[in-house]
């Protein structure tokens, strides 16, 4: 995962004079314990859900670099987010927030 994040921000492959990698993160503190249906990039609605996630949209864009500012080919993102209450769909996530039914939690590009 560390060097599927390494290149994320949309930096042309000439005129740049280094490119530094995105240093290794945990998984956490809330990745899903159990993952959606759904294997798409969408999080605001799944398979099963008859609505949509409440919240504004974001639409991320950006390649996958490696530190020399190649393109990395086939390379998977997962995006994980907190929904639009920030509430994570985890059992260790103890806030008073509101589940959202219609927020998928993880979406993969």
């Keep these: 995962m560390a060097l599927a994040a390494a290149g994320l921000a949309s930096v042309p ?3 740049f004079a280094q490119l530094i990698t995105t240093p290794a993160q945990p998984a956490g ?3 899903p314990l159990e993952l959606p249906l759904d294997e798409d990039n969408d999080l605001t609605r ?3 859900s008859n609505g949509s996630a409440r919240g504004d949209v974001i639409h991320v ?3 996958v670099l490696d530190a020399s500012g190649a393109v990395i080919p086939a390379a998977r993102v997962e ?3 907190a929904n639009a ?3 994570y769909h985890h059992p260790g996530d103890h806030s008073a927030a509101a589940v959202d039914p ?3 939690v993880l979406a993969r590009c």
């Design 102 to 104: 219609g927020f998928q």
């Design 13 to 15: 492959r000439t005129g």
């Design 46 to 48: 799944f398979a099963g």
């Design 61 to 63: 864009v950006g390649r």
């Design 85 to 87: 209450e920030g509430r």
């Design 29 to 31: 503190p809330f990745y």
């Design 79 to 81: 995006l994980w987010q």
